[in-house]
């Protein structure tokens, strides 16, 4: 008797859950917001305590400053008056005119009184601002201290560091909060781009592997001097064929390589890198009748030289192919300006217009409709030469020439 097949299973449930467990008393948690809640209230308590214990100071000297008796009775049986602090009064005076006198003085006395208190009040006070401040810059540089540790990992993996990270320990606030939940992304990531690198590989050595032993294949059966006509002819299509099936796939996967950031970095010089791109297209340039020149100066760059040495090769080759027939040439310059290391490269050619110089860089394209038929590449040229120059911190933008053709700049961090 047949048994009935056991119902599939449930799939696993992921083991990752971005939300985070309930706490179970969430208004104890130490918050960011509570945190310096108390901390400025606290140093506003402090710095209010220290005002007021000053003026209180201040105020007890003035008052015993103001209380200083005026004037004093000198003398025996006649009465004299002698007075330090009011001059005004004197024993020649009538009684109203002393009682008047003896007002003002007091009224004097007192306003210098509450004059120091309050200039000697703002000098204190401003001096407590400053410390407040100051205070209050060194605590919350303390308390966002973990935010620039963010910060500095997030800048190590903009540079393709993925195995960098942030490892906050503390309290359970919103930063470790931030900071955990980006561990989290970061090993995802680095788990994602370790299949890529490694779907690369494999697909490198898939599609290379057939390609090769069909081009083998095919160049033995040419080489048979008996072979018909007909036959060798149809063999050196399909070998042509094969060729660019190679380009195409090499061009590929250096484009897949290259959209990320280069991590080993030596110093190149942009100088040599153009000048064995010219040496490797000085053939096809003499064949064409397309003169190259230029001045190549020094540049050095931190990158990796296989890569630059792609950018070169593809941007002189392109100047080269899509060029006029009689009379054309193509300037190769590198410089350095304003801390950039720039590779120039500049041709005569067909009048290219504005709006078609965006498209260029896309895979495939060409001018116009013009895409994988035509027999001067397979379109990944200017396409892997961005990637490269953008996995290298740098740009490349390309201007149309007056009179036709274009001008290529590469500029590259030093």
């Known amino acids: 008797m047949a048994t009935t097949p056991a119902p599939p299973k449930a799939p696993p449930k992921p083991t990752w859950d971005p939300r985070r467990p309930q706490q179970p008393f969430p208004w ?3 918050t960011i917001r509570i945190r310096l809640t108390l901390l400025y209230g606290g140093m506003f308590l402090i710095a209010g305590i220290l005002l007021l214990s000053i003026i209180y100071l201040l105020a007890a ?22 007075s330090e602090n009011c001059p005004a009064v004197n024993v020649n ?14 009224d004097h006395q007192r306003q210098v009184a509450l004059d120091n208190l309050l200039s000697r009040s703002l000098l204190a006070l401003l001096g407590l601002a400053v410390i ?20 500095r990992t997030a800048r190590s993996v903009a540079g393709s560091d993925l195995s960098r990270r942030i490892e906050l320990d503390g309290p359970d606030d919103e930063f470790k909060e931030l900071a955990d939940t980006f561990d989290d992304m970061l090993e995802r990531l680095q788990r994602a781009f370790t299949a890529q690198q490694r779907f690369v590989g494999n697909a490198s050595h898939e599609l290379r592997t057939p390609l090769a032993i069909n081009r083998t294949l095919l160049e033995v059966h040419l080489s ?31 484009l897949a390589r290259s959209d990320n950031q280069i991590i080993e970095r030596k110093p190149v010089d942009l ?16 064949a064409k009748g397309v003169e190259i020149r230029g001045e190549q100066a020094a540049a050095v760059v931190q990158g990796n030289g296989v890569l630059l040495e792609r950018i070169a090769l593809n941007l002189v080759q392109n100047a080269v192919r899509y060029n006029v027939a ?13 801390g950039q290391a720039i590779l120039t490269v500049s041709n005569t050619g067909p009048v290219v217009p504005a709006y078609e110089v965006d498209n260029l860089f896309e895979p495939f394209r060409r001018l116009r409709t013009e ?8 379109g990944l040229g200017l396409s892997i030469a961005r990637s490269v120059a953008r996995a290298h911190g740098g740009h490349i933008v390309a201007e149309p020439r007056e009179g036709g053709g274009l001008v290529m700049r590469v500029a590259l961090p030093i």
């Open 61 to 82: 000297q003035a008052l015993n400053t103001g209380s200083d008796p005026l004037f004093k009775i000198a003398g025996g049986t006649d009465i004299k008056v002698n």
């Open 224 to 254: 048979d001097p008996g072979a018909p006509m007909e036959l060798q002819q149809l063999g050196k299509t399909l070998l042509a064929t094969n060729e660019r099936s190679e380009q195409l796939v090499e061009g590929l996967l250096l």
């Open 271 to 286: 100088a040599e890198v153009a000048s064995q791109a010219v040496d490797q297209v000085r053939g096809e340039a003499d």
């Open 93 to 106: 005076q009538r009684l109203d005119e002393f009682n008047a006198a003896i007002s003002n003085c007091i």
């Open 371 to 378: 895409r994988t038929g035509s027999d001067k590449g397979v």
């Open 326 to 338: 009689d009379g054309g040439w193509v300037e190769v310059v590198t410089r350095v300006r304003h």
């Open 132 to 151: 407040a401040f100051a205070f209050g810059y060194a605590m919350a540089g303390r308390v966002l201290a973990p935010l620039g540790r963010i910060t």
């Open 28 to 30: 104890l948690r130490p």
